[in-house]
C-alpha cells in the first residue's frame, strides 16, 4: 500500500510545478471573492454579472483576466490590493482551468509585474 503515498507525492509534486499545488485553497478564494457575483458554477446571473463559463475574456489570455482583477470592469471592482499577488494567481489559474477550460497558467510574478506597470 505503499504505492499511493508515492503516487499522491508524485501527483502534488506536479501539481505544484504548474502553479496548482492547493487547488482547494483555489477554489476557497474563488466561492470568497468571486462567487458572490458569478455563482458557485460561474454561470453569474443573467444581465447582471457575466458567465466565466461563456467568457472569451477567461478562455482568453490570463494576463487579461489579471488585468481585470487588477484594475476593475465595469461593475467588477479593481482586487489591486485586497488580494495578493498569489491569490489573484490562484483565483485565476482555477477560473481558466474551472470555467475555461485552459491550462496555461499565471504566475505571481507576472501578476506583481502587471501591478507594478498599472
Avoid: W
Amino acid at each position: 500500500m505503499r504505492v499511493i503515498p508515492a503516487l499522491s507525492s508524485c501527483l502534488l509534486g506536479v501539481l505544484a510545478a504548474f502553479g496548482c499545488d492547493d487547488s482547494r485553497a483555489s477554489e476557497t478564494l474563488f466561492l470568497e471573492n468571486c462567487a458572490v457575483c458569478h455563482q458557485r458554477d460561474g454561470m453569474g446571473i443573467p444581465d447582471v454579472y457575466p458567465s466565466l463559463v461563456r467568457s472569451e475574456v477567461v478562455r482568453g489570455s490570463a494576463v487579461d483576466v489579471a488585468l481585470v482583477l487588477l484594475i476593475g470592469r465595469g461593475e467588477m471592482p479593481s482586487f489591486k490590493g485586497v488580494l495578493s499577488s498569489d491569490d489573484m494567481a490562484s483565483i485565476i489559474n482555477y477560473v481558466r482551468t474551472t470555467f475555461g477550460k485552459q491550462t496555461d497558467t499565471i504566475s505571481p510574478e507576472r501578476i506583481a509585474a502587471l501591478q507594478r506597470a498599472n
